[in-house]
Each structure stands twice: as structure tokens, then as C-alpha cells.
């Protein structure tokens, strides 16, 4: 099992930034890539961004060039660097991964920007 602790995130007006984490712990030697989802009100849950354990990088084109995802594999963490807000960012974020079993999710955060 794996579980993941988030962190960050919260109010924030537009053009502003937030960080989140995600710190994993347990059975952390079986996961392969994280990664962030996000879900607005009334929305399916989306992939914002995500990231290898080589460090190789995929992300949404709404936020491309806004926000940035990064792993420390010695901490097990990942974070997302949020610039630039935008009010459509507006949403419950999720920290996710999975082993070749299982899939898992943090227990997410609320992020809302006001315009």
C-alpha cells in the first residue's frame, strides 16, 4: 500500500501562486510516474500534470508555461508550482500514482482562485 499526504494550496487571487506537495510513503518502491489531477464543480476530474521517476514531464495545455511539476525521488514528494492563476484553475487538486496494481490518490486540496 501507498499512501500520499498533501499539502499547500488555498485562496489566491489572479496571477498569484501556490504549491502543493505530495509526500508518499509505504510501499513507495512500487509506483512509477505522479501526478496531479484536478476536479472542478460539475467536472470530470482532469490531468493537470505528471512526472517519471527519470524526471520526463506531461502536461495539460491549459497550463503549460504556468505551472511546473517536480519530483524529489529522495523525499518521495512531488510538488506542483502553480504561476499565474487563473480563475478556471479553481478546483479540488488530487496528488495521484500507482503501482502496476493499484491506483492511488491523495486526499486532496481545495485551490480557488478569485478574479
Known amino acids: 500500500q501507498v499512501q500520499l499526504v498533501q499539502s499547500g494550496g488555498g485562496l489566491v487571487q489572479a496571477g498569484g501562486s501556490l504549491r502543493l506537495s505530495c509526500a508518499a510513503s509505504?510501499?513507495?518502491?512500487?509506483?512509477?510516474?505522479m501526478g496531479w489531477y484536478r476536479q472542478a464543480p460539475g467536472k470530470q476530474r482532469e490531468l493537470v500534470a505528471a512526472?517519471?521517476?527519470?524526471?520526463?514531464?506531461n502536461y495539460a495545455y491549459s497550463v503549460k508555461g504556468r505551472f511546473t511539476i517536480s519530483r524529489v525521488n529522495a523525499k518521495n514528494t512531488v510538488y506542483l508550482q502553480m504561476n499565474n492563476l487563473k480563475p478556471e484553475d479553481t478546483a479540488v487538486y488530487y496528488c495521484?500514482?500507482?503501482?502496476?496494481?493499484?491506483?492511488?490518490w491523495g486526499q486532496g486540496t481545495q485551490v480557488t482562485v478569485s478574479s
Open positions: 512526472i517519471t521517476r527519470g524526471g520526463s514531464t
Open positions: 495521484h500514482t500507482n503501482s502496476n496494481e493499484y491506483v492511488y
Open positions: 509505504g510501499s513507495i518502491f512500487s509506483i512509477n510516474a
